[in-house]
């Protein structure tokens, strides 16, 4: 019995003279969680001491918080799983949960440590609510995956599904200030009518493995702002499915008709096969379902795989238009570089319906920085795309357009900033952008075709690093010198904090002579610290 499992580390309840069992509940005081949760029930909260406990949790109850007093020392480590047991679904009894919350409201896990790693497996969640809301803050998550290798696919951190509610009473979610590490398949993933608020989150996939820091599936709704995630870069060894930090989704929702909003805000996303993938490509799968995804104010970089595995930053696709299915985008103030084979991929495969805007982005350092495509013509696609205020630097191909409707500038004044623009054929009026469909941006920035002549740690301009660099940084610093050019930020910013010190020339010295790191290139500097401008 869990009494008498030497497992369980006696310890007191919280900070007090007196010996407590584990866990209390106002003046009620238990020596194990779930004899709490099935003794005095909602409406209070359950201050756990430190400690490992090694078994499962069951709540269906109303207003129930389990609070750790330490997160680092109050462990929970299940050494065994529940049937998800659902009442309608009994394709999912042999699925398996470490704490399962079912039809419950305001449940809240705050303040532990969530450790897996004796129950990590296929089709077994570590947190599963279904048809519940709550808050899961400030805790540590860990030790889901299972390799490719020993068969792991489906393994899931956290769950959150809610099929009994519906689009205009969403099961709330809040996931806030947790880390995550070694998520399995996914870090967290949601399904149904659930609207999950996700912030302030580490996501961190270590083992080089299949999976996605964050899936928001079929009905579902969210908003991510200010998260961590990396290290989802491994495509799946069986069938291929592409990793990526965040992936939005509209499968499996055949028969509904409904609005799906997901906002993705100042994050920061790299080291992932794809930053952000959007969309569902495959053949009847999707319903009625709109997907609105409003990606904003992220860093989404270095994020690129090797080959022959694809990589990229951003990808936007859909199929079913026939039933109704299509994407919404609108994209702003994003710095996308270092993605390996695409900054932006948006493209249907003969069937899908995809909208929107992309503008004022950083589009940086990939072998195509955005690419509009179609494949095959099932029912035929539609689009309607407007690309424009947005900053393609040293792309091999900054863009590439091979479908109708689509705008590369706003019809009136604003183009791109292009930075082959003097060695495109359109040059001095007009970028002709190349591809099956070929367009034109009518209104190209007119200063930007020497926008990357900037070197950062290169003040004198000369294009090369020397002892030189080092006194024409002293001199401008100390000795009232002339300043860094062309850009005087960009160019004596050697270290690329977006600051002309002290810390430039030393960061030169150990790069001459120490066999330190190499300054960073200008679309590097750009995507840190914005667009360099001249005087």
Not at 23 to 38: L, P
Request: hydrophobic fraction near 35%; charged fraction near 15%; glycine fraction near 10%.
């Amino acid at each position: 019995s869990e009494k008498n499992d030497p497992m369980i580390t006696r310890g007191v309840a919280d900070i007090a003279m007196y010996r407590f069992p584990k866990v209390n509940a106002g003046r009620k005081h238990f020596e194990f969680i779930q004899t709490a949760i099935d003794v005095a029930g909602g409406g209070n909260t359950f201050n756990i001491g430190e400690g490992e406990y090694p078994y499962p949790l069951d709540i269906n109850g109303n207003d129930i918080i389990l609070y750790g007093m330490s997160r680092t020392g109050t462990i929970l480590m299940p050494r065994s799983t529940l049937s998800w047991a659902i009442p309608g679904y009994p394709q999912y009894d042999s699925h398996r949960a470490a704490i399962k919350v079912y039809g419950s409201f305001n449940i809240q896990i705050k303040n532990m440590t969530l450790d897996f790693d004796y129950i990590k497996g296929n089709n077994v969640a570590g947190i599963l609510y279904w048809n519940s809301e709550g808050n899961i803050e400030d805790n540590t998550l860990q030790n889901m995956n299972v390799p490719d290798a020993s068969g792991g696919y489906y393994e899931l951190m956290c769950y959150f599904r809610a099929p009994n509610f519906s689009p205009e009473d969403q099961a709330d979610i809040v996931f806030r200030n947790n880390t995550l590490l070694r998520t399995g398949r996914v870090g967290v993933v949601t399904h149904d009518h659930v609207n999950c608020r996700i912030e302030w989150c580490l996501f961190d996939k270590i083992d080089s493995d299949f999976g996605y820091g964050i899936e928001v599936g079929s009905a579902s709704a969210a908003f991510i702002n200010e998260n961590t995630i990396r290290g989802y870069n491994t495509w799946a060894a069986t069938d291929h499915s592409a990793s990526a930090g965040i992936y939005v989704e509209n499968s499996f929702t055949t028969g509904m008709a409904l609005f799906k909003p997901v906002s993705i805000l100042h994050n920061d996303i790299y080291n992932c096969q794809y930053g952000v993938y959007i969309g569902n490509s495959a053949v009847g799968y999707a319903g009625d379902v709109d997907i609105h995804v409003f990606l904003n104010q992220n860093d989404i970089h270095d994020n690129s795989t090797i080959p022959p595995e694809p990589s990229g930053g951003v990808v936007v696709t859909d199929e079913g238009r026939d039933m109704g299915s299509s994407v919404f985008i609108d994209f702003s103030l994003n710095n996308i570089v270092n993605n390996g084979d695409h900054g932006i991929y948006i493209f249907t495969n003969g069937n899908g319906d995809i909208e929107g805007y992309v503008e004022e982005c950083l589009i940086a350092n990939h072998d195509a920085g955005l690419v509009i495509s179609n494949f095959g013509s099932a029912a035929g696609s539609r689009y309607l795309i407007h690309v424009q205020q947005n900053s393609f630097i040293n792309n091999t191909i900054n863009g590439e357009n091979n479908v109708t409707n689509v705008s590369w500038d706003n019809g009136v004044d604003f183009g791109n900033c292009w930075s082959d623009f003097p060695l495109n054929p359109g040059y001095p009026t007009q970028y002709n952008v190349p591809g099956a469909v070929p367009m034109i941006d009518h209104y190209p920035a007119k200063n930007c075709g020497n926008l990357c002549d900037c070197f950062p740690g290169d003040p004198n301009g000369n294009g090369i690093f020397n002892i030189q660099d080092i006194t024409y940084t002293i001199n401008f610093l100390y000795k009232f010198g002339a300043g860094p050019m062309p850009y005087p930020l960009c160019s004596g910013d050697a270290n690329c904090d977006c600051k002309v010190n002290i810390s430039d020339i030393t960061f030169l010295i150990n790069y001459l002579y120490k066999s330190g790191a190499k300054p960073c290139d200008c679309a590097v500097w750009a995507g840190k610290c914005g667009l360099p401008l001249r005087k």
